[in-house]
């Protein structure tokens, strides 16, 4: 049988604030296998970052085993994990996280310039024919030459997106990517991310709203640094 995708096993991680420990994950198991449409909810300050940071290969647990496809991450070299992070997960932040000097195309061009830098078959031009398909999958092709203050916030999060998918990642993690959105733009980046989970990505979300998170096939709510609910909706 084939491994699942992703695997925690008693993730632990502590943050200090000044003498006091904060513990905002607390021995968090978890398995997620592919091509799931998951949210994750729960109260700020409940952990749900830390933890997006962590299955994102953005951030160390202090003890507890990842498995990425079978890979226990924490053992890999940091280079090779900035490999793995590049090729198999797209990561979507609240704040867009865009380079405020780079028009949407070179935004959306800077994954694949990382892995022009271990793989040479990404060329100039191949970089350039890949983020142009991106934005037209978030249907900006047409704002590519716009920079991020010249763009409306669901624009830059659809730019953010398509750096996002740019290098095919099997993985779509968002931490409150509706968060600074209207409620009708915040719909259509949730239609995006369906579209994408029905192409067989591994959607996985954080959201404040519980109307967006029904619409995942599992919730999983954080409290306290533990997983407090971990539920399957109703087909
Ligand atoms: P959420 O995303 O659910 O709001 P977080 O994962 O951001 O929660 O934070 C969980 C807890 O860890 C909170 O108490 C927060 O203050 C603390 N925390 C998160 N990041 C840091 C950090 N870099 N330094 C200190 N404390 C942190
Ligand atoms: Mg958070």
């Known amino acids: 049988m084939n491994a699942p995708l992703i695997e925690l096993e008693q993730i632990n991680k502590t943050f200090m604030m000044g003498k006091e420990p904060i ?6 198991s978890l398995t997620i296998q592919e091509n799931e449409f998951i949210s994750v909810i729960g109260p700020s300050g409940s952990g749900k970052s ?36 590049n090729q198999k997960i797209g990561f979507v932040f609240q704040v867009f996280n865009l ?16 892995s022009a830098s271990y793989d040479r078959s990404f060329s100039k031009t191949k970089i350039r024919e890949l983020a142009e398909g991106a934005l037209r999958r978030v ?16 624009q830059r999060q659809r730019v953010a997106i398509a750096r996002a998918i740019v290098n095919r990642p099997r ?24 579209e994408l989970h029905h192409e067989g990505v591994t959607v996985i979300m954080v959201t404040h709203d519980p109307k ?3 619409r995942a096939r599992r919730t999983i709510s ?10 399957y909706a109703h087909s």
């Not at 931490?175 to 949730?190: A, F, M, R, V």
């Not at 954080?222 to 539920?231: F, N, P, R, T």
């Open 171 to 194: 993985i779509l993690l968002a931490d409150e990517p509706t968060g600074n959105l209207d409620s009708k733009t915040g719909s259509e980046i949730l239609a995006l991310f369906e």
């Open 23 to 28: 513990l905002a994950l607390r021995n968090i």
């Open 222 to 231: 954080m409290a306290d640094g533990l997983i407090a609910k971990d539920e």
């Open 139 to 154: 249907s900006l092709l047409d704002r590519m030459s716009h920079k991020p203050n010249e763009l409306s916030g669901g």
């Open 50 to 85: 830390t933890l997006m940071n962590v299955l994102g290969l953005l951030d160390q647990p202090d003890s507890g085993v990842y498995r990425l496809d079978g890979v226990p991450v924490q053992s890999v070299p940091d280079d090779e994990r900035a490999k793995l992070r």
């Open 99 to 114: 380079l405020p000097r780079a028009d949407a195309l070179r935004n959306v061009e800077m994954p694949l310039v990382y």
């Open 212 to 214: 967006i998170a029904a």
